[in-house]
């Protein structure tokens, strides 16, 4: 059964710094990996996918990694902003159009 | 709308009662989702649609759940008797052939 994994559970930064979100995963047979934001009392919000064949995506500030084999992915979040502040949720699925297994999240906050 | 809808947002309901949650999905989205989001639990995988195929309901937590989609359309999650431990955030997310999942804002049921 796939497991996903996320550390920390809890981060709060000082305004302007550079941070890494990670995720592991416990069967590295994925179809694909998300990045999601969620802000509180709100829905999720993709931030990035990547496909099982793609070793990075980058929009902005976020640049995600995948590692596949060693069943790891990181999320770097550049010059962090007060407004990043939100849950970061990692996400996986075995196949296309398949159900997402989810992390329970890293909750981050950063101070202005 | 160009996004997922739910409604309510917002559900009180005495333990015992019937409830309808309903999604509707972004047009021409074929995939449809249903997740639980319980604290503590994080984001649970609940039925999934794909176009006219038969639902995958093997995330149900119990045959006082179930969900059906009207013309591959507006999907409709039921909770009969519900029970205090059914309380949580419910979370609709449609996709197509984008790969990605694109979730709706969530109906918050609270049991008492």
């Known amino acids: 059964k796939q497991e996903v994994t996320q550390i920390p559970a809890a981060l709060s930064v000082p305004e302007g710094e550079n941070l890494v979100l990670n995720c592991s995963f416990t069967?590295?047979?994925?179809?694909?990996l998300q990045w999601f934001r969620q802000d509180p009392g709100k829905g999720l919000t993709s931030l990035l996918l990547i496909q099982s064949s793609q070793r990075e995506q980058t929009s902005g500030r976020l640049n995600a990694s995948l590692d596949k084999s060693s069943g790891r992915s990181t999320l770097y979040i550049a010059a962090s902003q007060p407004g990043d502040s939100a849950t970061y949720l990692c996400?996986?699925?075995?196949?296309?159009?398949?159900?997402?297994?989810f992390g329970k999240g890293t909750r981050l906050s950063v101070i202005a | 709308g160009a996004g997922v809808s739910q409604s309510p947002s917002n559900k009180v309901t005495e333990k015992g009662k019937d409830v309808e949650l309903r999604c509707d999905p972004i047009s021409g989205h074929t995939a449809l989702y249903w997740y639980r989001q319980s604290l503590g639990q994080g984001l649970e995988f609940l039925i999934y649609f794909q176009g006219n195929s038969a639902p995958d309901k093997s995330g149900l937590p119990s045959d006082r759940f179930s969900a059906e989609r009207t013309g591959g359309s507006v999907s409709t999650l039921t909770i009969q008797r519900t029970q205090q431990e059914d309380s949580a955030v419910y979370l609709c997310?449609?996709?197509?052939?984008?790969?990605?999942?694109?979730f709706g804002p969530g109906t918050r049921l609270t049991v008492t």
């Open positions: 069967d590295s047979a994925i179809y694909n």
């Open positions: 997310a449609t996709g197509h052939l984008s790969y990605e999942q694109y």
């Open positions: 996400a996986v699925t075995i196949g296309r159009n398949t159900p997402l297994v």
